[in-house]
């Protein structure tokens, strides 16, 4: 080997690691544990869940939510807009016909079946972008969405309804006199009429939301 090639080969002393003196061979094994033995005495940060709940972010994507107009009508239309636009094909909904009789939601349709497999979904929220009405959204609740049943994951359109604000009618009913559902969409209504509340007493006395409903006229009294 020329003297050229052996000036490039490094000194034995570099592959070897620094020997230490006693002291340093002493602590050896416990410095390995230093930041474990450090943040024993640091505040404990841990969420205890599932006795204490998360604090979630105000924009978190938890499960969908169907909302409805300040009357109490449902703001899905039955499109299907949703199903179209999920990439996981979680979503099923099937319009049915509003009718003078049974009018759920402003214009013609309403969405009479609403599931959603949660077995399935991503919670990309794409599915909130395509709703042409902000019908559906995505709460921002904390919810465990787990179950040993499979059939338990799929949520049928009743888990999914929005709850009854106060003041709210329950639906069906007619729609405010006198508007349209571009009316609705653009927040003209923002409650039940005297003419709705009417309408329900007689084709349903026994509704409960009769005994708290606030309408228009009597807020603005």
């Known amino acids: ?10 000194d034995e002393s570099f592959f070897r690691p620094d020997e230490k003196g006693p002291i340093g061979k002493f602590f050896a094994p416990v410095a390995g544990y230093g930041v474990t033995i ?3 005495f640091e505040p404990t940060v841990t969420e205890q ?8 972010a105000p924009r978190f994507h938890g499960r969908h939510k ?3 107009y300040p009357d109490g009508l449902e703001k899905c239309i039955g499109c299907e807009l ?8 979680a979503i099923l909904v099937e319009a049915g016909a509003n009718t003078p009789d049974a009018q759920y939601s402003p214009g013609e349709r309403y969405g009479r079946v609403y599931q959603i497999n949660y077995l399935r979904c991503i919670f990309c929220g794409l599915c909130i ?5 902000r019908a559906l959204t995505m709460s921002n609740d904390f919810e465990e969405l787990t179950s040993l049943d499979r059939q338990e994951m799929i949520y049928e359109k009743h888990e999914l309804l929005a709850d009854l604000q106060e003041g709210m ?5 007619p729609m405010v006199e006198g508007t349209s559902d571009g009316d609705y969409y653009r927040g003209m209504v923002t409650g039940p009429t005297q003419a709705q509340v009417d309408w329900v007493r007689e084709h349903r006395p026994e509704d409960e939301t009769l005994e708290t409903v606030k309408t228009v006229e009597e807020a603005r009294a």
């Open 1 to 10: 080997m020329s003297d050229k090639q052996n000036s490039r080969m490094p």
């Open 82 to 89: 949703c199903a179209w636009a999920c990439p996981a094909d």
């Open 38 to 40: 450090t943040s024993m």
């Open 49 to 56: 869940y599932p006795f204490e709940k998360p604090v979630i």
């Open 129 to 133: 972008e395509a709703c042409p009405t």
């Open 169 to 173: 009618l329950a639906a069906p009913h």
């Open 66 to 68: 169907l909302n409805r």
